[in-house]
């Protein structure tokens, strides 16, 4: 029989993966090992029996048979945290595609054990009076420094050493003598480095509306009842969804439970944490991407320790090593920024859902907005839907007006405000409240191009145009290239180049030529690149210290500005150009959650959608506020073309240095995967959306089917056709990634 080979991590923490040790597999356990099992190891010199992870099998080994040590036995009696995180790790390379090791990488987010933090309390354990004798012994000029230790000390009992070394300059020598004497005792303990969250409001807990009563209740009967279920709550803007969770989650927190919230964006931490704050104390943290690495461990630790109730933040908090967590809320559940950019490309649902599965927590989805996805799932009885159709409070839904961009230029506004947009800011200023304005674009101009032949300024580096900031220079946001702008055409020479002036930078200088008195504030990722620049920004908007916010995407997403009457959105329909198919579900989401920042604390709120295309079933349902019909429509767009949620789509993503290699592999594996199933398809291979980036190749392909598990087996066969050709040492280096489900085109 065929030898068999497991490499086993010893120690399950991140700073060990790169550390696996081969061990044999003896028949007896040959049919039964799979990958991410928890094994007993025959470890040292003394072959002292230890649990390990098998993170990858295989048939064959460079080292000698009889140097390797036999795996004793597989634990089946695995529980707790190391074996929950090993199987949402072999979850992940199952559904995603890579290597164990590299989930095993997502899933432990803390690269390394970082030593505690010490505090160190100097305490006197000498008699006051007999201190005092002592002083009076010593000499002004030859211990000076003993004296003023001395001096503290009879005004304090205990002293922080850090100010008594830097505050009284006290030497480590002069204390050393001072606790060999019998006067001081330093005693150390460890000290958390809990993230700074900043300084808000806390509000009072508001009494739950009866609406809210009945979904938080309804959910929490379910889950006593063994409904394993997903819930998703729909609630429209401003309805209060964010009072429920924690209803939900104080009912769990008194039963011993711990409990993870998810939220899609860092500016949505400080609302959020001082929110949780007001009602559950110190036991809640939060997690985010700005932490230091000393930071990151410490809230980790006080979660695996039982220190900390409630995790906070965005993807990664999944993560959270809770002993027995009760609840995973993900609010606006349909936000892109929960799928992983990086490999492995999970989706924090799936995950999210896999992990509740293994831990009988209770999944709760909400948004104003949902996912295409989860609302037909709830349509299909997958998901318990719950509904939250008023606003908190009584509060009205804002009234929203199009504006007609095309109409404008025909009657020669040529500014970036339409008429009625300019009117209501005007109007806003004169009665001291706010206006929100956003943009999805930042810098001064989108792209620099010649109004003669048409040539774009673009990356070298990159296959994207460069953008024109502030400074007259230009910039790729991708590698961070920079050149000046030209002032002639370098195809043509014609000097008619010049930018699409239409960022959040320019905008603010138009506000600022049109309103001087008007104090205008901008957010975006400029102004956001330092950890403590949201918090900094929000609050002062959130205080009356600006009369304008402009921004991006991140401004109009589940923040709460009780003074904010005006929204406007510059360019809605720029989204609606981004050439896939999420296109319009994404111009629906970011323009009804942008519109509901508006009116939430009683007083009317307006918005002034501005685009070209006013006639588009997204821009006419955001501005009518009708989830239900734009999921109808897209839903038969969907269904045609045989899109999500009708099916699943796999994308094969290839990289290369080489600028034929990557086409050349795609169309090899292409031909290894049409034995798959009959009814796969096959779309591709092409060159990426962005065909060249910090100088490699990209080209991909896309496979569709109404089977995740067909497209499962196809990613796995993907990956053994990919091993084979680079086992051939003639072949060229190409990097091949995959992207289950994508929600942004590649």
Same mark, same amino acid.
């Given at each position: 029989?065929?030898?068999?080979?497991?490499?086993?991590?010893?120690?399950?923490?991140?700073?060990?993966?790169?550390?696996?040790?081969?061990?044999?597999?003896?028949?007896?356990?040959? *049919?039964?090992?799979?990958?991410?099992?928890?094994?007993?190891?025959?470890?040292?010199?003394?072959? !002292?029996?230890?649990?390990?992870?098998?993170?990858?099998?295989? &048939?064959?080994? +460079?080292?000698?048979?009889?140097?390797?040590?036999?795996?004793? /036995?597989?634990?089946?009696?695995?529980?707790?945290?190391?074996?929950?995180?090993?199987?949402?790790?072999? @979850?992940?390379?199952?559904?995603?595609?890579?290597?164990?090791?590299?989930?095993?990488?997502?899933?432990?987010?803390?690269?390394?054990?970082?030593?505690?933090?010490?505090?160190?309390?100097?305490?006197?354990?000498?008699?006051?009076?007999?201190?005092?004798?002592?002083?009076?012994?010593?000499?002004?000029?030859?211990?000076?420094?003993?004296?003023?230790?001395?001096? +503290?000390?009879?005004?304090?009992? *205990?002293?922080?050493?850090?100010?008594?070394?830097?505050?009284?300059?006290?030497?480590?020598?002069?204390?050393?003598?001072?606790?060999k004497d019998g006067i001081i005792e330093v005693r150390s303990s460890e000290q958390y480095r809990t993230p700074s969250i900043g300084r808000g409001n806390l509000k009072a807990v508001a009494a739950l509306s009866p609406a809210q009563e009945a979904v938080a209740k309804e959910i929490m009967a379910g889950a006593a009842a063994g409904d394993r279920r997903p819930s998703l709550i729909y609630g429209i803007t401003g309805s209060g969804k964010t009072e429920v969770y924690m209803e939900?989650?104080?009912?769990?927190?008194?039963?011993?439970?711990?409990?993870?919230?998810?939220?899609?964006?860092?500016?949505?931490?400080?609302?959020?944490?001082? %929110?949780?704050?007001?009602?559950?104390? /110190?036991?809640?943290?939060?997690?985010?991407?700005?932490? $230091?690495?000393?930071?990151?461990?410490?809230?980790?630790?006080?979660?695996?320790?039982?220190?900390?109730?409630?995790?906070?933040?965005?993807?990664?908090?999944?993560?959270?090593?809770?002993?027995?967590?009760?609840?995973?809320?993900?609010? *606006?559940?349909?936000?892109?920024?929960?799928?992983?950019? =990086?490999?492995?490309?999970?989706?924090?649902?799936?995950?999210?859902?896999?992990?509740?599965?293994?831990?009988?927590?209770?999944?709760?989805?909400?948004?104003?907005?949902?996912?295409?996805?989860? @609302?037909?799932?709830?349509?299909?009885?997958?998901?318990?839907?719950?509904?939250?159709?008023?606003?908190?409070?009584?509060?009205?839904?804002? =009234?929203?007006?199009?504006?007609?961009?095309?109409?404008?230029?025909?009657?020669?506004?040529? $500014?970036?405000?339409?008429?009625?947009?300019?009117?209501?800011?005007?109007?806003?200023?004169?009665?001291?409240?706010? $206006?929100?304005?956003?943009?999805?674009?930042?810098?001064?101009?989108?792209?620099?191009?010649?109004? $003669?032949?048409?040539?774009?300024?673009?990356?070298?580096?990159?296959?994207?145009?460069?953008?024109?900031?502030?400074?007259?220079?230009?910039?790729?946001?991708?590698?961070?290239?920079?050149?000046? !702008?030209?002032?002639?055409?370098?195809?043509?020479?014609?000097?008619?180049?010049?930018?699409?002036?239409?960022?959040?930078? %320019?905008?603010?200088?138009?506000?600022?030529?049109?309103?001087?008195?008007?104090?205008?504030?901008?957010? &975006?990722?400029? !102004?956001?690149?330092? =950890?403590?620049?949201?918090?900094?920004?929000?609050?002062?908007?959130?205080?009356?210290?600006? &009369?304008?916010?402009?921004?991006?995407?991140?401004?109009?997403?589940?923040?709460?500005?009780?003074?904010?009457?005006?929204?406007?959105?510059?360019?809605?329909?720029?989204?609606?150009?981004?050439?896939?198919?999420?296109?319009?579900?994404?111009?629906?989401?970011?323009?009804?959650?942008?519109?509901?920042?508006?009116?939430?604390?009683?007083?009317?709120?307006?918005?002034?959608?501005?685009?070209?295309?006013?006639?588009?079933?997204?821009?006419?349902?955001?501005?009518?506020?009708?989830?239900?019909?734009?999921?109808?429509r897209e839903l038969s767009y969907r269904r045609l073309a045989a899109y999500p949620p009708f099916s699943h789509m796999l994308s094969l993503q290839f990289f290369s240095r080489d600028p034929d290699a990557g086409m050349e592999r795609a169309r090899l594996i292409k031909e290894k995967l049409k034995g798959v199933a009959g009814d796969l398809v096959i779309l591709g291979p092409s060159e990426a959306l962005i065909g060249k980036l910090k100088d490699v190749y990209r080209c991909g392909?896309?496979?569709?089917?109404?089977?995740?598990?067909?497209?499962?087996?196809?990613? /796995? +066969?993907?990956?053994?056709?990919?091993?084979?050709?680079?086992? /051939?040492?003639?072949? %060229?280096?190409?990097?091949?990634?995959?992207?289950? &489900?994508?929600?942004?085109?590649?």
């Open positions: 029989m065929d030898e068999l080979y497991a490499s086993v991590i010893v120690d399950i923490s991140a700073e060990k993966l790169d550390r696996p040790f081969t061990y044999r597999v003896g028949e007896a356990l040959r *049919e039964e090992l799979k990958e991410g099992m928890e094994v007993l190891i025959p470890f040292g010199k003394g072959n !002292t029996l230890r649990k390990g992870y098998v993170v990858e099998l295989k &048939d064959e080994c +460079a080292i000698e048979k009889d140097k390797l040590k036999e795996i004793a /036995d597989i634990n089946r009696k695995a529980v707790g945290l190391e074996a929950r995180t090993m199987a949402l790790a072999a @979850w992940m390379k199952k559904t995603c595609g890579g290597t164990l090791i590299n989930a095993m990488r997502t899933v432990l987010p803390v690269k390394k054990k970082i030593q505690a933090k010490s505090y160190k309390t100097i305490i006197l354990k000498a008699d006051r009076n007999e201190l005092a004798v002592m002083a009076e012994k010593l000499s002004p000029l030859r211990f000076a420094a003993r004296l003023r230790l001395y001096r +503290a000390l009879a005004e304090a009992d *205990e002293l922080p050493e850090e100010m008594v070394r830097d505050k009284l300059k006290i030497s480590a020598s002069v204390l050393k003598t001072a606790e939900i989650i104080a009912e769990a927190v008194s039963r011993g439970k711990q409990c993870i919230v998810l939220i899609p964006e860092i500016a949505l931490s400080f609302q959020t944490l001082m %929110r949780f704050y007001a009602r559950f104390g /110190d036991r809640v943290s939060v997690m985010h991407s700005r932490l $230091s690495e000393g930071e990151r461990y410490d809230q980790f630790q006080r979660a695996a320790k039982g220190k900390l109730d409630i995790m906070i933040g965005p993807r990664s908090a999944l993560f959270t090593p809770f002993p027995d967590p009760g609840v995973i809320i993900i609010d *606006e559940e349909h936000e892109g920024s929960y799928k992983s950019e =990086r490999a492995p490309k999970y989706h924090a649902r799936e995950a999210a859902e896999y992990l509740a599965s293994v831990t009988g927590a209770t999944l709760v989805l909400g948004s104003a907005t949902p996912s295409m996805e989860s @609302w037909y799932r709830a349509q299909q009885g997958e998901y318990r839907l719950f509904k939250l159709g008023e606003r908190y409070g009584g509060a009205r839904l804002p =009234r929203v007006s199009i504006a007609d961009m095309r109409e404008e230029l025909k009657a020669g506004n040529r $500014s970036f405000f339409s008429d009625k947009l300019k009117s209501l800011i005007t109007d806003r200023l004169f009665k001291g409240e706010q $206006s929100m304005l956003f943009i999805n674009r930042r810098g001064v101009a989108g792209f620099v191009s010649c109004r $003669s032949c048409g040539y774009v300024v673009r990356c070298p580096h990159c296959d994207v145009s460069l953008t024109q900031h502030r400074d007259g220079r230009l910039y790729c946001h991708y590698c961070g290239h920079s050149e000046d !702008t030209p002032k002639l055409c370098p195809e043509c020479g014609s000097k008619y180049i010049a930018g699409f002036k239409a960022g959040t930078e %320019r905008i603010e200088d138009e506000l600022k030529k049109l309103y001087p008195q008007a104090r205008v504030s901008r957010m &975006d990722a400029d !102004t956001t690149k330092n =950890r403590d620049d949201y918090e900094r920004i929000l609050q002062a908007f959130a205080d009356g210290d600006a &009369d304008i916010l402009v921004g991006t995407q991140m401004i109009v997403k589940g923040h709460d500005f009780p003074n904010v009457t005006l929204v406007g959105a510059i360019a809605a329909d720029i989204s609606l150009y981004a050439g896939d198919y999420h296109a319009s579900e994404r111009t629906y989401q970011l323009l009804a959650q942008a519109a509901g920042r508006a009116g939430r604390a009683g007083k009317p709120g307006e918005v002034v959608i501005q685009t070209y295309q006013p006639e588009h079933y997204s821009i006419v349902c955001a501005a009518s506020q009708d989830y239900e019909s734009f999921y109808e392909m896309y496979l569709r089917h109404g089977s995740l598990d067909v497209l499962i087996a196809a990613k /796995d +066969a993907a990956e053994a056709a990919q091993a084979e050709i680079c086992a /051939d040492p003639r072949s %060229r280096e190409v990097a091949l990634q995959f992207d289950m &489900d994508p929600v942004t085109s590649f």
